[in-house]
């Protein structure tokens, strides 16, 4: 569902199907939260409460009606416009989704600080001078297995505050070992099984918590690892 286009189009002439569909939307995204699976649901519906705030903030008034500018199919920008005396509906719809979106994000929010205070971030052996590029290593406590990625960061001067980001790539799982996960052993044996720099960053998640990796544990050890290298 294009869940903005949606709202607009719909919510105007059937505001109990409009409702419907927000609240199938939410019913899919808590389930995925109470599967401990927090992405992309997380940041698609931060998205989307940032789109409906600035739909109504950014309206005009022009011949008795609201002129509204959207994406229209993901492609170019286009004008909708809703007369005065409906528009009141259309605010309260929007505003009774927002209400609703909030609390969803708000029970994710719960489920992300909890990973987060359950994951720490550490080097392993010692830390090279070039760390820009390197391995993470995640342990998945379902399989009892190592999940190595290579990771990339960046940093894009574009905007007036400087971003950073960080890419991975899934390399391979390696089965867990008795090795201390950020001592030189491990560290020695990693490498060779990795083959690649001769002297890489590596840094590993160290983490009871046995939540899905790919939707939750390693979007927020990237965080984590960002912060640590930046």
Request: hydrophobic share 35%; aromatic share 10%.
């Amino acid at each position: 569902m294009d869940f903005i286009n949606d709202i607009i189009l719909t919510g105007l002439e059937d505001r109990e199907l409009n409702e419907y569909k927000v609240l199938n939307y939410l019913k899919n995204c808590r389930h995925d939260f109470n599967g401990n699976r927090l992405y992309p649901g997380l940041t698609e519906l931060r998205l989307i409460a940032s789109r409906l705030k600035s739909l109504l903030d950014q309206k005009t008034f022009h011949n008795n009606s609201y002129q509204y500018l959207m994406k229209k199919n993901g492609e170019h920008d286009s004008c909708v416009s809703i007369s005065s005396d409906i528009f009141e509906n259309f605010a309260e719809m929007i505003r009774w989704s927002m209400t609703k979106i909030i609390e969803v994000i708000e029970e994710g929010y719960v489920i992300y600080d909890f990973v987060s205070r359950n994951i720490e971030v550490n080097i392993v052996g010692d830390l090279p001078e070039y760390y820009d590029e390197g391995y993470l290593v995640i342990p998945d406590n379902r399989t009892g297995k190592l999940m190595i990625y290579q990771y990339t960061c960046s940093l894009s001067m574009s905007s007036p505050i400087p971003l950073q980001s960080l890419n991975t790539r899934f390399l391979k799982s390696v089965p867990d070992t008795k090795i201390s996960l950020t001592s030189k052993k491990f560290r020695s044996e990693l490498i060779t099984q990795i083959n690649s720099y001769i002297d890489p960053a590596i840094f590993v998640c160290l983490t009871d918590l046995d939540f899905d990796i790919p939707h939750t544990i390693l979007p927020i050890t990237k965080k984590k690892l960002l912060d640590v290298i930046f």
